[in-house]
C-alpha cells in the first residue's frame, strides 16, 4: 500500500476522534505485513490524564486482535495542524515495543503534504529490552 492511501486512511478515521475537551483530532492508520489497516483516534476523558492518543489506540487495538513484534510495516499521523505532528513521546515509547526502528512513520501538515520518517529518527537511543 502506498503511504498516501495510508495517509488518507489515517485522515479518514480522524472525524472519530472522541476530543470534546482539546478538539485537536488525530487520526492513525496502521499497516500490517498481512496488509490489514488498523485505525486508530485519540480518546479523550474529563480526567485528562486517562486520555490515549491515537497512535496507542491503533497499537493496542491491533495488540487486542492478535498482531504483535514483527507485524507492522508503517504507521501514519493526520491532524490539523499546519506543520507536520509528531506522535507524543509516550507513543514513540510504545511504538519502540513492537515496532522495527526502521519502520516508517508518516506525518502530514496542513497543505497534504507527507513527511516519511523512521521511527529511529523519532526515538534514537530508545530504551528497549536490553540484555542485562
Ligand atoms: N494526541 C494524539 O492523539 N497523538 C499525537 O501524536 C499528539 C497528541 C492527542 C492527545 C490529546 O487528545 C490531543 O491530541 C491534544 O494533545
Redesign the pocket.
Known sequence: MKKEQLMDSARKIKSAAY?PY?K?P?GTALLLNDGTVINGV?V?NVSFGA?N???RTAIFTAIANGYGKGDFQAIA?AGETEDF????SI?RQVMAEFCSPDMPVYLTNEKNDILELTLRDLLPYAFTDLEM
Open positions: 476530543v482539546s485537536f488525530v485519540n479523550e486520555t492518543c491515537a497512535e499521523v505532528l509528531p506522535p507524543c507513543c
